[in-house]
């Protein structure tokens, strides 16, 4: 079955760094664009960074442009996002996303998310 795993989250210092993983399996991975959304208490889960199958086009939240970096490993079946100069408003819960194509229709899937705290 598809599963997403996301990993990395933590408590950092603002003007610190994270590297958030989401490992993918039960699909083939390089065939899909894949996200990661985030959302702090009290709000919305928000969209944060995409990039396409092959990587060759990413795009970001404003808030996050300049600071946040998201990659992925076909190989390793692996998307990444990496997290610099974080400020205590990207604190949240950090999730992976990806929709997928069966017989037609579009099934979003998401992982269980992970944590990030920024904060001294």
């Known amino acids: 079955q598809v599963q997403l795993v996301e990993s990395g989250g933590g408590l950092v210092q603002p003007g610190g760094s994270l590297r958030l993983s989401c490992a993918a399996s039960?699909?083939?991975?390089?065939?899909?664009?894949m996200t990661w959304y985030r959302q702090a208490p009290g709000t919305e889960r928000e969209l944060v960074a995409v990039?396409?199958?092959?990587?060759?086009?990413?795009n970001y939240a404003d808030s996050v442009k300049g600071r946040f970096i998201i990659s992925r490993d076909n190989a390793n079946n692996t998307v990444y996002l990496q997290m610099d100069s974080l400020k205590p408003e990207d604190t949240a819960v950090y999730y992976c996303?990806?929709?997928?194509?069966?017989?037609?229709?579009?099934?979003?899937?998401w992982g269980q998310g992970t944590r990030v705290t920024v904060s001294s």
């Open positions: 039960g699909f083939t991975f390089s065939s899909y664009t």
């Open positions: 990039i396409t199958r092959t990587g060759s086009s990413t």
């Open positions: 996303k990806t929709v997928l194509e069966f017989g037609g229709l579009w099934y979003s899937y």
